[in-house]
């Protein structure tokens, strides 16, 4: 196996930056977690909405 400062010049900055990529990998999965969960809340209070305007319907359409 080659020595890696031998084969490549700059590996400390390619080690570097892989580092800062995979750092920048693992903060972008957690804001997409966070959007997800966001958007889970946000679609389950608008089925919660839209049901109960169902029901609200259903209660004028019924009394009258």
Known sequence: M???PS???DW???ELEF???HA???ELK?????????????VMLLIANLVGVVLTLM????GH
Not at 30 to 42: K, M, N, Y
Not at 59 to 62: A, C, T, V
């Open 2 to 4: 080659p020595d890696i």
């Open 7 to 9: 084969a490549c010049p």
């Open 12 to 14: 400390r900055v390619h």
């Open 19 to 21: 580092k800062n990529l």
């Open 24 to 26: 920048d990998l693992a």
């Open 30 to 42: 957690q804001r997409v977690h966070g959007l997800e969960s966001t958007l889970a809340r946000g």
């Open 59 to 62: 209660q004028q359409l019924i």
